[in-house]
């Protein structure tokens, strides 16, 4: 069982930068690759980055390559999420997950989700 809690949300302008955290509850969290995704309002729900279970392979999606980065922290039981050189289309509710396969680039290879940060970008 693994509980997940983002934060570092907010709303910044276009060119900014903003760091997400995900804090993970349970003993088991090293041994699941970690993702984060958004979702805006009517869409689905959009794969953004992922990392291994050790932290050595990631896995980004084209629209945020070179301006996000996905890190880990097994010993605090964190993931980070970078990202510059934000863009109004960023906006977008951001979740963090907790999957068991790799790499996890959909929705559904996920068994665990935070309950979502809000992200707005000002053009």
């Known amino acids: 069982q693994v509980s997940l809690v983002e934060s570092g949300g907010g709303l910044e302008q276009a060119g900014a930068s903003l760091r997400l955290s995900c804090a993970a509850s349970?003993?088991?969290?090293?041994?699941?690759?970690m993702g984060w995704f958004r979702q805006s309002p009517g869409k689905e729900r959009e794969f953004v980055a992922t990392i291994s279970w050790s932290g050595s392979s990631t896995y980004y999606a084209d629209s945020v390559k070179g301006r996000f980065t996905i890190s880990r922290d097994n010993a605090k039981n964190t993931v980070l999420l970078q990202m510059n050189t934000l863009k109004p289309e960023d906006t977008a509710v951001y979740f963090c997950?907790?999957?068991?396969?790799?790499?996890?680039?959909?929705?559904?290879?996920?068994?665990?989700w935070g309950q979502g940060t809000q992200v707005t970008v000002s053009s």
């Open positions: 997950g907790a999957s068991s396969m790799w790499p996890p680039t959909r929705a559904t290879m996920y068994s665990y």
């Open positions: 349970g003993r088991t969290f090293s041994s699941y690759s």
